[in-house]
């Protein structure tokens, strides 16, 4: 069974770095052909993804957010990492790390992180 | 792409069918292969997402059969037979076709009338 599960900081402040780590069991991110994205879900809005990260290494961000995400990965940890910088109080979102083992598919999905942004 | 879920919520009765729509502002249909490159997630309280249809109208592996997905271009419903109270949840439509820059439509909450 494939689980994974987000952690970093429940709160920010604002103009700070994000730093989370999505650690997967169940899936080998060294040996399997997948990818681990990262979305986001403002409370009582809408799901927004935020990067990718495949398993030869290609990254993807969202247009508007590029400039401000950085996705990596530690296959020894089977982990998968975003930072986000110059935090704002309209980033307080639920973050979601996601496996896309074919296009465009999430599943499974982790449980979620909530990070506020708040001084 | 831009995707416009209609309506933002909804009540049906216990029993009855719900139909949720999903609309892109531009065509997930590729040519090439002629598949839609749309799927349906359900989001109960206080969890993820969980993917409910994918190629439009193909159910994930160990969803009831009362849930089906159709449409193409830009123009997509989910519908849901026979409700039950546990389907209760806000439901997501997303695109895949402009891999990878997927977006969301803004979700559909479900309720019981």
């Known amino acids: 069974q494939v689980t994974l599960r987000e952690s970093g900081p429940a709160l920010v402040k604002p103009t700070q770095t994000l730093t989370l780590t999505c650690n997967v069991s169940?899936?080998?991110?060294?040996?399997?052909?997948?990818?681990v994205s990262w979305i986001r879900q403002p409370p009582g809005k809408a799901l927004e993804w935020l990067a990718r990260?495949?398993?030869?290494?290609?990254?993807y961000y969202s247009t508007s957010l590029k400039t401000r995400l950085s996705i990596s990965r530690d296959t020894s940890k089977n982990q998968v990492v975003l930072t986000m910088t110059k935090m704002d109080p309209l980033d307080t979102a639920t973050f979601y790390c996601?496996?896309?083992?074919?296009?465009?598919?999430?599943?499974?999905w982790g449980q979620g992180t909530l990070v506020t942004v708040s001084s | 792409i831009v995707m416009t879920q209609s309506p933002d919520s909804l009540a049906v009765s216990l029993g009855e069918r719900a139909t949720i729509n999903c609309k892109s502002s531009?065509?997930?249909?590729?040519?090439?292969?002629?598949?839609?490159?749309l799927a349906w997630y359900q989001q109960k309280p206080g969890q993820p997402p969980k993917l409910l249809i994918y190629?439009?109208?193909t159910r994930e592996s160990g969803v009831p059969d009362r849930f089906s997905g159709s449409g193409s271009g830009t123009d997509f419903t989910l519908t849901i037979n026979s409700l039950q109270a546990e389907d209760v949840a806000i439901y997501h439509c997303?695109?895949?076709?402009?891999?990878?820059?997927?977006?969301f439509g803004q979700g559909t909450k479900l309720e019981i009338k």
């Open positions: 169940g899936f080998s991110l060294s040996t399997g052909a997948a990818s």
């Open positions: 996601a496996l896309e083992l074919s296009t465009g598919r999430f599943d499974p």
């Open positions: 531009q065509s997930v249909l590729h040519r090439f292969n002629n598949k839609n490159y």
């Open positions: 997303q695109q895949y076709y402009s891999t990878p820059l997927y977006t």
């Open positions: 190629w439009a109208s």
């Open positions: 990260i495949d398993w030869d290494d290609a990254k």
